[in-house]
């Protein structure tokens, strides 16, 4: 690997071989970052000569992504809703399927960006759904929650660097738990997967992502079933809660809702057109604010 275009077609064959997707967009990526340049300079200078440091960096770089660690986490950060997100062992990694709550919610307040909004986050993780709404919704101010002291202290690290520390609180919690006051819009992205199936996702996940951001027990719904007695009471009249969900649990987890005594206004569907965001109220109707998706 003695100049830049070697470097990357090494790394490019590595990760081919060891079955990552687009390898070459990830080599380029692995390689600007062991050398500090942007990643047009790789086009631009292609015979530019590697030094030592910067060829061991990107062995151990192409090492651990050829053994499936996510390139998010090599990197140490993930773009959510066009924003950085530093991230860390006790959080989730963010994709781009959980963005559609943010949509969602950004759809039930019609656009309108001078309103205090109250958001609580809950499961908040990197604080990424929390952030991108305030990013959003520039009068609005949020709490997220975390039973993880490590993905608080990330969160508000996250929120310090997107410039919205002083709209977002966070605190280690319980779900809904010992929660004072009521919101008008609260997100949720609980574990969700059965636990028997963890272990057959892609490495990047199953090796990666922490345990407790993917269990949601034997059938995927445990944590539904803790949340659902807590989220009356944590929604202002008229107020919505955003939740995500797995596929094909729509059903089972507006049945769980609406036993507790909230009402199902529609699904939200992602891009690859499953059901992924489930809207509640605690009004006895709540209507569809997606019925023509």
């Known amino acids: 690997m003695s100049d830049l275009a070697a470097a990357l077609d090494a790394v490019s064959g590595r990760l081919a071989a060891a079955g990552i997707p687009a390898p070459r967009r990830e080599a380029r990526r692995l390689v600007a970052a062991a050398t500090g340049l942007a990643e047009a300079a790789l086009i631009a200078e ?16 192409a090492r651990r992504r050829a053994a499936r660690e996510p390139l998010s986490r090599i990197l140490g950060a993930r773009e959510f809703w066009s924003l950085g997100f530093m991230l860390g062992p006790e959080t989730l990694d963010p994709r781009p399927d959980s963005e559609t709550l943010v949509e969602a919610a950004l759809a039930w307040t019609g656009g309108d960006r001078s309103r205090p909004w109250s958001v609580l986050d809950l499961g908040t993780g990197s604080g990424c759904l929390l952030l991108a709404l305030l990013s ?38 319980d779900w809904g738990r010992d929660i004072d006051g009521r919101f008008e819009i609260v997100l949720c992205n609980p574990p969700y997967i059965p636990s028997a199936e963890i272990a057959g996702l892609e490495p990047e996940v199953s090796r990666f992502d922490p345990w407790l951001a993917l269990s949601g027990g034997s059938d995927g719904l445990e944590s539904y079933r803790r949340i659902a007695p807590q989220l009356s009471g ?7 809660a955003f939740l995500e969900i797995g ?21 939200r569907r992602d891009l690859a057109d499953i059901p992924r965001c489930l809207v509640l109220g605690s009004e006895k109707t709540v209507g569809n604010p997606f019925a023509s998706d």
């Open 247 to 267: 596929q094909g649990q729509a059903a089972a987890v507006a049945a769980i809702f609406e036993a507790a005594g909230l009402a199902t206004g529609g699904c």
């Open 136 to 173: 959003e919704l520039p009068a609005a101010r949020g709490l997220g929650v975390d039973a993880s002291p490590g993905a608080i202290a990330l969160a508000q690290r996250n929120a310090e660097a997107l410039g919205l520390a002083g709209r977002a609180r966070f605190r280690v919690g």
């Open 234 to 240: 944590l929604l202002e009249p008229g107020g919505r």
């Open 46 to 61: 292609p015979g530019r000569r590697l030094d030592p440091a910067a060829a061991d960096r990107l062995a151990e770089l």
